[in-house]
């Protein structure tokens, strides 16, 4: 169940991913894990500049990182980002569920043999 | 209606109902309407309070039935777009009964759920049917703007259901 905690956790992750360079950081990271002169490659940054994102990141729960204090290699962290993405999934199937009602209600206020057409 | 709010779209239904669109307006728009579908099942809808108009509240009592009784839950927020019979928008917040916003997991919600979500109801005529596109975005809380996350969400939950073995 989720609790105050979680939620605090879950802000900071929403934020983290509420940043261009950070997605682009993370699509990165889809592919595979990288060190940070990796990550910022492809950005017009300083390494301080990314490594302050990857904090933001890993703070986040969306990166981890090796504890090796020269390289320092970031990984994706999966799980975090599927507990992000539970929240649409829920909300779909009870909208699903709820249109389905709604259809049921329909039929009940247009009686079928009142006006019919061609169904499906 | 830009590029960037259609990418950020977090969950998006359509549906085909047969009936006239005016009486799918009413299904969001009409209070006895909407209290006869809206809820999941088991719940009721005691309270439905729509002021149809652009800044205008809304605000919705659910009653459900559980094992250890009856729970109450409040929903608060605001008419974004009223364009009679076409589209509807509204925020949507979990609130205590008298309309406060309260923080949805400490209400028992689902991990994850954002503190305001934006709920937009688009209606088309298709013949004697109407297409309905519902597009529910979630905007997490002190973030004003930031619905970037959703694309963010698009993308990587594609990688994450690739990746996790279920």
């Known amino acids: 169940m989720a609790t105050a905690v979680d939620d605090t956790r879950l802000d900071a992750t929403f934020a983290a991913l509420a940043n261009t360079t950070r997605r682009a950081i993370l699509a990165r990271l889809v592919e595979g894990a990288a060190t940070v002169n990796e990550l910022a490659e492809p950005f017009d940054m300083t390494l301080p500049a990314i490594s302050k994102h990857l904090k933001v990141l890993e703070r986040a729960g969306l990166i981890r990182r090796g504890h090796r204090a020269q390289f320092r290699p970031c990984a994706i962290e999966a799980s975090r980002l599927k507990e992000v993405s539970t929240w649409a999934d829920q909300y779909r199937s009870m909208w699903e569920s709820r249109f389905d009602q709604m259809d049921v209600y329909l039929t009940q206020l247009q009686p079928p043999n009142a006006k019919r057409g061609t169904n499906e | ?166």
């Open chain 2, 1 to 166: 209606m830009s590029s960037d709010s259609e990418a950020a779209k977090s969950v998006v239904i359509e549906r085909d109902f047969k009936a006239p669109i005016d009486l799918i307006w009413k299904m969001w728009s009409d209070p006895e309407h909407f209290k006869a579908w809206y809820g999941p099942q088991g719940a009721t809808i005691p309270v439905a309070e729509f002021d149809l108009r652009v800044g205008g509240r809304r605000f919705v009592g659910m009653e459900v039935n559980t094992p250890n009784g009856t729970m109450r839950m409040w929903f608060t927020g605001e008419h974004l777009k009223v364009n009679e019979p076409n589209q509807l928008a509204y925020s949507e917040s979990m609130s205590d009964e008298n309309g406060s916003v309260q923080s949805p997991s400490s209400m028992g919600m689902p991990e994850g759920h954002p503190m305001t979500t934006e709920v937009r109801v688009d209606l088309v005529v298709t013949g004697d049917h109407t297409k309905m596109m519902l597009t529910h975005v979630g905007i997490p809380a002190g973030s004003p703007g930031a619905m970037g996350w959703n694309m963010a969400l698009d993308k990587l939950a594609t990688y994450v259901d690739a990746n996790t073995t279920r």
